[in-house]
């Protein structure tokens, strides 16, 4: 499969040799220089694209091979339908189609004329769109494949964006790699296997984070018994390996600022404890940890661009087995908050991570906001399905923010609601909550627990368990693991938490 080596830019001109891409708007307008590029075309752009039934629409193509009367080895023609009503997600789409199509191709250099029709400008915000488009849609995770890359025909690809403001289109895109990155590490945590990434060694990629300026914590158990985490050490009993809190601190605000604060659930491998889960599909719980994944892309995405604010992330890091010294369906725990809780179902974990964390974070750092995020329940997906993640908070402003910065960013949230009502449901006579209200509103219930261990911070929580992992393939995503949530959480601290 084509990788792609690099992304480079240059002052826009008519290439002259190899492959070559140039847009097309809608009744096959071009823009001046692309019109120098087929003007030698032997019977022209309309005749060819007539006998093809191409006529600019958006996302289709035209592949000229040794197109005559050129000197290029190739030509392909990208539509991009009505270049005047187009926004950053369709550039940053296009990106992703633009590169499917050159994978077919297996060339080692492209160039691509980013140019619109005459009177329409292609932003230096949406050339760094089109080229986190393609790099996006270039990931593939393949770490544990053996063949080599002169087996399969590979070949690493150096892609060159020729536009208007090369220095302009460079600033933006050191933004916007930065962020692709981060959603590139959260992808490789996801689809990485558990028995390789257990909560040690993710720990271990917080702490990576370092070389990016962040100040990162690690809590092993012996800190979290201190602090009386039981509802988090609890769920991790069962396991041999021991679990972590890794705290994440990005310092780029007034110091006098309070931090917007992030908090990941890290359940690296969920079995279900006692209450094991069936054994079809379970394997696909290495991503139960999608949550934490986010949260260190999202931390990286605000260190690698010299975010103006402060952010804090804490992930809890833990394994869910059933062994022998796994907590039991009845048991009761107190959580850091002193909050007693009945474990009903051991495969109800994700929410006891949360209680502790939250408490944590809450109670250490004094957050302006707080915004949890979790592959949680079952229940979101029947739902919203593969299309939306949950959101859900106590503050309206806050769930205003992050629906308009879901939209921005191109990754969806659907609130859903809260009420005292629901709360009863997770009453029980035995302790302070139960962790689980059974099957009704599942996903309302597991926020409401949530939501008493945020202390009336702005809080919200988002329920990523049908877009973290496993959702439908698209422009910028052809892998298990979406990195969902890097790219909403970093626009909202641009947005919305900058100086």
Known sequence: MTKLAKISFSKADAPKKGVAVVLVADGLELGAISGEVVAGLEGGLERVAGIAGFSGKKKTSLDLVAPAGLGLDRLIAFGIGKAEDLADADWRSFGGTVFAELQKVKAETVEVLLEAPQGVEIPAGAVAEFAMGAKLRAYAFDAYKTKKKDETGSKDLKLTLKVTDPKSARKYWGVSQAVADGVVLARDLVNEPANVLGPV?????????????????????????????????GVAQGSVRPPRLAVMRWNGGKKADAPVAFVGKGVVFDTGGISIKPAGGMEEMKGDMGGAAAVIGAMHAVAARKAKANVIGVIGLVENMPDGNAQRP????????????????????????????LWYTQEKFKPAIMIDLATLTGAVLVALGNLNAGLFSNNDDLADKLLASAKASG????????????????????????????????SITAAQFL?????????????IAGTAFGAPKDDICQSWASGYGVRLLNQLVADHYEN
């Open 201 to 233: 060694e993710f720990a271990r990629k917080a702490s990576d984070l370092e070389k990016l300026g962040v100040e990162v914590e690690i809590l092993g158990e012996k800190e979290m018994k201190k602090l009386k985490m039981a509802a988090l050490l």
């Open 330 to 357: 009845g048991d009761i725990v107190t959580a850091m908050s002193g909050t007693t809780i009945e474990i009903l179902n051991t495969d109800a974990e994700g929410r006891l991570v949360l209680a502790d964390a």
């Open 411 to 442: 990754e969806p949230l659907w609130r859903l609601p809260l009420s005292k009502d629901y709360d009863k449901i997770i009453d029980t006579p035995n302790a302070d909550v139960k962790n689980t209200g059974g099957r009704w509103a599942g």
């Open 451 to 463: 939501q008493r261990f945020a202390n009336d911070v702005p809080w919200a929580h988002l329920d």
